[in-house]
């Protein structure tokens, strides 16, 4: 994933300013960035499972992240955090649920601004 956010208070920075939202399988953190691009990030918590079941549920977010893109505004920092209806959840769910948690941010394109 090509423009992610790594350092540690990178993520406290969203935790902390960022404009929050939920839905079932997923809570976003999302704030601008002052960039022409946005940059993203993810938690999944060992509470989750076992390293096979965290590494099957950030492919999942990977996947919608790359399927709502274009629908996305650019210039923000983004951090997705896994719930635990991600661990069986089917690719369609998560992005339909991440859709629902952007639209809330006000992050999809024409829908307005947070």
């Known amino acids: 994933m090509k ?11 969203l935790y902390r300013r960022g404009k929050s939202a939920a839905s079932r399988h997923v ?4 704030r601008r960035n002052g960039r022409p ?3 993203t ?5 060992t509470k989750l499972g076992c390293a096979v079941t965290r590494s099957r549920v950030k492919r999942l977010l990977r996947e919608s ?27 369609q769910e998560v992005t339909a649920s991440m859709r629902k948690a952007f639209r809330s941010a006000g ?3 024409g829908e307005g601004k947070p």
Not at 41 to 45: H, N, Q, R
Request: hydrophobic letters at 45%.
């Open 3 to 13: 423009n992610t956010l790594k350092q540690n208070f990178e993520f406290r920075r």
């Open 107 to 109: 992050l999809l394109r």
């Open 41 to 45: 990030g993810l938690t999944v918590s």
């Open 27 to 30: 809570a976003v953190y999302v």
């Open 65 to 91: 992240w790359r399927a709502l893109q274009p629908e996305l505004l650019p210039g923000y920092d983004v951090v997705m955090v896994a719930r635990s209806a991600c661990v069986t959840a089917k690719t």
């Open 37 to 39: 691009y946005s940059r």
